[in-house]
Structures are given as C-alpha cells and as structure tokens.
C-alpha cells in the first residue's frame, strides 16, 4: 500500500512540477485533481480486470452508477483533497522536494514517459480492449 501511495505521491510532484516551472496560479489544484481522476481509473480498471477474469452480470434493478460510483469519488476526491491541499500549506512540497530533487536525468525522463504511459493505459487503452473483448 504504500508503494502505491509512494507512486501517487511522485506522480504529483511531477505534475505540480509542470505547471510550476510554466507559473501556473492553481497548479497544485491541477496535480491533485489529476491523482484523483488516475485513483479513480484505477477503481475502474480494477472492476474491469475483475470482470473480465470472473464473468459475471450485474442485475440492474440493484445497481445505479451514481449510487455506488458518486460516493467513491467524493471519498476518493476528499482524501486527496486533504493528503495534499490542506498539507500542502505545512510545506508537503519540500518534502517531496527534497526526495526527488536530485534524480537523476535519465531516470527522470523515463519514469515521465511511465507516467504518460500509466495514463493512456488506465484511462483509454483498458476500457477500449474491454469494450473490444466483451
């Protein structure tokens, strides 16, 4: 779990990083909405993967998207919302500062590219093959 969080966590230095360097006014709103939307891909994906493995039906009668996936995303959204806006103000971003500050160029430009590649995989490229598979 924490690797997970570790990921999340560069994964928004990175992006804060970006609109940082090009003085963009809301950038560390911008990198915590962006974390939010890939968390909540990857509830997504997570649900496609598993259907995908275990075929199965959801009986509509019982099941309304908003129900289930609305709560999900305000607690997914909320939780972001304080690990990063409301810290943000104790100096989180020097602590994310000082981990990955002195990385390595090389290293730099590919865990870039994993991440471009991790969003295009988790927003576009899994529920087209799903949508392609079922």
């Excluded at 990083?17 to 709103?29: A, G, L, N, T, Y």
């Excluded at 939010?36 to 598993?50: A, K, R, S, Y």
Aim: hydrophobic share 45%.
């Amino acid at each position: 779990m924490k690797k997970i969080i570790y990921l999340y966590d560069y994964i928004f230095y990175r992006v804060y990083s970006f609109f940082q360097r090009r003085k963009d006014d809301i950038s560390d709103e911008k990198a915590t909405n962006l974390v939010v939307t890939l968390q909540c891909f990857l509830m997504i994906d997570i649900f496609i993967i598993v259907r995908l493995i275990f075929d199965f039906e959801i009986n509509r009668q019982y099941y309304h998207k908003w129900l289930l996936g609305l709560p999900l995303v305000l607690l997914i959204g909320i939780y972001n919302h304080r690990r990063y806006k409301k810290r943000f103000k104790k100096d989180n971003y020097m602590k994310f500062n000082l981990l990955w500050k002195d990385e390595i160029n090389f290293k730099k430009k590919r865990n870039g590219w994993l991440i471009i590649t991790y969003m295009l995989f988790s927003i576009i490229i899994l529920p087209v093959l799903y949508t392609l598979l079922r």
